[in-house]
């Protein structure tokens, strides 16, 4: 196992060249934020689809070994 660092490094940027908008600060973890959400309701709307097939695949299995008349 690798040993860890005692320290952990920081690197300070200095300022930009061109001035930066607050819009293009926040553009790369917008794009990450939205991405995410994506996933997070996609895998919502999965786990949703699998409870209702898996309430109408039961449904349909007891009306099929429901009482015979």
Do not use: C, H, Y
Request: proline fraction near 6%.
């Amino acid at each position: 196992m690798a040993r860890k660092p005692d320290r952990i490094r920081i690197e300070v940027f200095g300022p930009a060249s061109e001035a930066e908008t607050a819009e293009d600060a926040f553009r790369p973890s917008d794009e990450a934020i939205r991405s995410l959400a994506r996933l997070i309701g996609r895998q919502m709307a999965r786990e949703q689809f699998e409870r209702t097939r898996a309430l109408e695949w039961k449904q349909a299995r007891q009306n099929r070994s429901g009482p015979m008349r």
